[in-house]
């Protein structure tokens, strides 16, 4: 499997503006949850920025941007996810449009790409490699609304 990123060359045009790439780390057979939609969504497992371009136009602190509009959020455990979900959808009643209505569960192996660290909420990003395909290797296990 290639080890080029699936969105390379956006992330490649960001970097050469001075947008920063986080430190990333294999993923270690990593259990994760993610937000989809609760059938075969075409936006199931695509990045905010190919879902939305105009994002990273609309971005308000540009000195802040990072290529993580480029990679899929996922989260460390379900708790975290759901409680996350639900933080949104107080002060959003359509979050659920943006990032979806379910949550899909799986591992995430070293030759789909590499993870950004665990931070606190615990949440982490996956740049997946070219070839990768999550529809194939997550299941929906939970409906959120």
């Known amino acids: 499997m290639s080890k080029k990123f699936k969105y390379q060359s956006e992330i490649d045009a ?4 001075g947008v920063r790439m986080p ?44 290529c993580c509009g480029y990679s899929l959020s996922c989260f460390d455990n379900i708790e975290s996810a759901i409680d996350k979900f639900n933080k949104f959808s107080k002060n959003n009643k359509n979050f659920w449009k943006t990032v979806g209505n379910s949550i899909c569960y799986g ?13 606190y909420t615990p949440h982490f990003e996956l740049f997946e490699y070219e070839n990768c395909d999550l529809s194939k290797h997550f299941n929906i296990i939970r409906s959120l609304v």
């Open 14 to 17: 960001l970097i050469d503006e």
């Open 23 to 66: 430190e990333l780390i294999d993923p270690n057979d990593k259990e994760s949850y993610r937000y989809v939609f609760d059938s075969d969504h075409p936006n199931n497992h695509l990045p905010a920025y190919i879902i939305k371009p105009k994002r990273i136009l609309q971005h308000k602190k540009r000195s802040q941007l990072t």
């Open 107 to 119: 591992y995430i192996r070293d030759t789909f790409g590499l993870i950004t660290e665990v931070n």
